[in-house]
């Protein structure tokens, strides 16, 4: 399978705990968006990566979370002392550069904070 | 305002109807725009791009109004695996992230 993975697929934590997600892009594929979409919502754009940089980082991206990319391939995603408000699905997608190019998504990792 | 905003929904239609869905985006600089096709529990699709006045592919076509910042996708002849959630999109920002709207969900009835 030649599209974009995400691991764990589901994770359950307790509030306070830190949890920490990888996506692997499609191999040649230079950008990587990070999203999040919570129920009956669309996703939204938390960060993104051109490469190993960290180029744009939404508002909704607060200190307790933190992204890195550091070889410009796979990338993660990590929530400290998460809280009830984390829950969602967290969405990783990428795509080559250029302006109009399509970005393609991984299945997603659901998070669940007890 | 939101910045994409789409019917609510959910629309319910049998097998073969014709139904469209509407989205009006706030950014008038806007150039290109995307309809996504979102399957329960999975990831979203690109099922079409908009580049210009419109597109249309088989069943599916979709229209642009740049006038009143309008984009519309229209589906005939329903089939039962068209159920599934209709996201408007909108490439923003020098990043090229996606703005989303909330959704439009549809169910095809046998």
């Known amino acids: 399978d030649t599209g974009v993975s995400q691991n764990p697929r589901h994770k359950i934590t307790k509030r306070g705990q830190n949890v920490t997600f990888r996506c692997d892009p499609i191999s040649e594929h230079n950008r990587l968006y990070w999203y999040r979409q919570t129920l009956g919502q669309g996703p939204e754009f938390l960060t993104y990566f051109q490469n190993e940089a960290q180029l744009e980082k939404s508002r909704l991206l607060s200190d307790r979370f933190s992204a890195e990319r550091p070889k410009g391939s796979f990338s993660t995603l990590e929530i400290q002392r998460t809280e009830q408000g984390d829950s969602a699905m967290y969405l990783c997608a990428s795509s080559e550069g250029g302006a109009y190019n399509e970005q393609f998504f991984g299945p997603g990792t659901r998070l669940t904070v007890l | 305002r939101k910045e994409v905003e789409q019917d609510p929904g959910p629309f319910n239609v049998p097998e073969g109807a014709t139904v469209a869905f509407n989205c009006t985006y706030s950014?008038?600089?806007?150039?290109?725009f995307f309809w996504y096709r979102q399957d329960c529990r999975k990831e979203p699709k690109l099922l079409m791009s908009?580049?210009?006045s419109g597109n249309e592919d088989g069943r599916f076509t979709a229209q642009l109004n740049r006038a009143s910042q309008y984009i519309s996708l229209l589906i005939r002849d329903s089939k039962l695996s068209d159920s599934a959630t209709y996201l408007c999109v909108v490439p923003s920002g020098s990043a090229r992230q996606l703005t989303f709207g909330s959704g439009t969900q549809l169910t095809v009835l046998p």
């Open positions: 908009v580049y210009s």
């Open positions: 950014n008038s600089a806007s150039q290109s």
